[in-house]
């Protein structure tokens, strides 16, 4: 069929009770925070690569799979009924219309370096994750377990961010000005879209304030949330990626969308700033991505 997706295709979050959302944030959040004590407690002294998947660039540890492992056995007890879709061990429908995201370590390569910026990334969605536009987050948590903060929403319910034991509410900044924001991006596994993406980059650098690329997704969204960063964009991310850091930007005021500026974000591209800001950037991308 092809064509933009359509958000209408996505189910309403609100088909699951405001009560029941609270839950459903609240057990990410212990997923996440039982997950993230496991990879940074555990890492062993020189950790290796286990195996590659989409490309020799695109790693899986030890510690991927031992904690996908530890979410699915808490998952199992704890919401038999739900479906899961995994980074490392793909997908599993359940009977209740929710779905379980599971990025078990974004960020692997920070990981493998023990540079400390990674996370574990858990959301739950209504309805099908496999098919683009046809799932919404219904609440999701995602932690940095090197800075102990946990990033988490569920939807209608605002985004927070726990840390140290405080718990604060999440905002997107206000910046208004593509000259002076600060954005961040990824770069994909395969080396021969890189030359398209550096392409990106190389235009937009010098005029704005600055890029980063730290090197997890679901950070870089979470950063947007907490106005850390002004805005981000990447193409070719997958589910569980994006799933959980959607919502806590949603929540904290922010919009994400895909190409076009509008529609659900997806592989194709997931574009996330403040209100004002979006608009600009995603005229920039779209017209930058599309050069031949
Ligand atoms: C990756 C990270 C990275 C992004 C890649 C993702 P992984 O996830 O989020 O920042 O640029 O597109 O695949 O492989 O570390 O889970
Ligand atoms: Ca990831
Ligand atoms: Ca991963």
Redesign the pocket.
């Known amino acids: 069929m092809g064509g933009p997706p359509d958000p209408e295709d996505a189910p309403d979050p609100h088909q699951v009770p405001a009560d029941e959302r609270a839950e459903l944030e609240r057990l990410a959040v212990d997923l996440v925070e039982e997950t993230g004590a496991l990879i940074r407690e555990e890492r062993p002294d020189g950790l290796g690569v286990a195996h590659t998947k989409s490309s020799d660039l ?1 790693v899986v540890t030890e510690m991927d799979t031992r904690a996908e492992a530890l979410l699915r056995d808490r998952l199992a007890a704890a919401r038999p009924e739900d479906g899961v879709l995994g ?1 490392e061990g793909g997908h599993g429908a359940g009977s209740t219309g929710l779905t379980w995201v599971l ?1 078990p ?5 920070n990981y493998l370096y023990d540079l400390p910026s ?1 996370a574990v990334s858990v959301a739950v969605v209504l309805g099908d994750p496999t098919t683009p536009s046809a799932w919404t987050p219904v609440a999701g948590a995602v932690i940095n377990p090197r800075t102990d903060e946990v990033f988490h929403a569920h939807s209608g319910g605002g985004a927070r961010v726990t840390g140290r034991g405080t718990t604060r509410s999440l905002a997107v900044g206000n910046q208004a000005r593509l000259e002076s924001a600060l954005l961040a991006t ?4 395969d080396r021969a879209v890189r030359r398209g993406q550096a392409a990106v980059v190389s235009d937009l650098l010098p005029r704005v304030r600055d890029v980063r690329r ?5 950070l ?1 969204l979470c950063h947007v949330a907490a106005g850390r960063v002004d805005g981000y964009w ?1 193409s ?3 589910p ?2 994006l799933a959980a850091g959607w919502l806590v930007v949603t929540e904290a005021g922010g919009v994400v969308t895909g190409p076009g500026g509008s529609g659900p974000p997806s592989g194709d591209l997931v574009l996330a700033a403040n209100a004002i800001l979006h608009p600009l950037l995603s005229d920039e991308i779209d017209r930058l991505s599309a050069r031949p």
């Open positions: 695109d980074e990025d370590i974004d960020g692997t390569v990674y990824g770069f994909s596994y730290m090197g997890a997704a679901a870089d990447e070719g991310l997958q569980w990626d």
